[in-house]
């Protein structure tokens, strides 16, 4: 039973993760329903997500950057998933 909980958590948390991905490729308007979307998993994922970036940070290509970060995260939390 506890092992369930885990599993779903831990499943919620990688779709949190994705979602945040996804909506940062989009432009949000203020009060929308995405910037209250994106601010809840921010709140969710960010206390994981920033100690990553501290050892991984965002690679520089040109004028953008692309953060590893949450594919990192997801990939250690799926290997998890599948040890528990």
Do not use: Q
């Not at 039973?1 to 432009?27: E, G, N, Q, T």
């Not at 206390?47 to 690679?59: A, C, F, T």
Request: proline content about 8%; glycine content about 8%.
């Amino acid at each position: 039973m506890v092992v369930a909980i885990i599993d779903y958590v831990l499943y919620a948390f990688v779709i949190c993760i994705w979602i945040r991905a996804i909506l940062s490729w989009f432009p949000t308007t203020p009060g929308g329903f995405t910037a209250g979307l994106g601010r809840a998993v921010t709140a969710v994922t960010d206390p994981v997500l920033r100690p990553v970036r501290r050892i991984l940070p965002p690679m520089r290509a040109g004028g953008g950057a692309l953060d590893l970060s949450p594919l990192l995260v997801s990939v250690v939390a799926l290997v998890l998933i599948r040890v528990i």
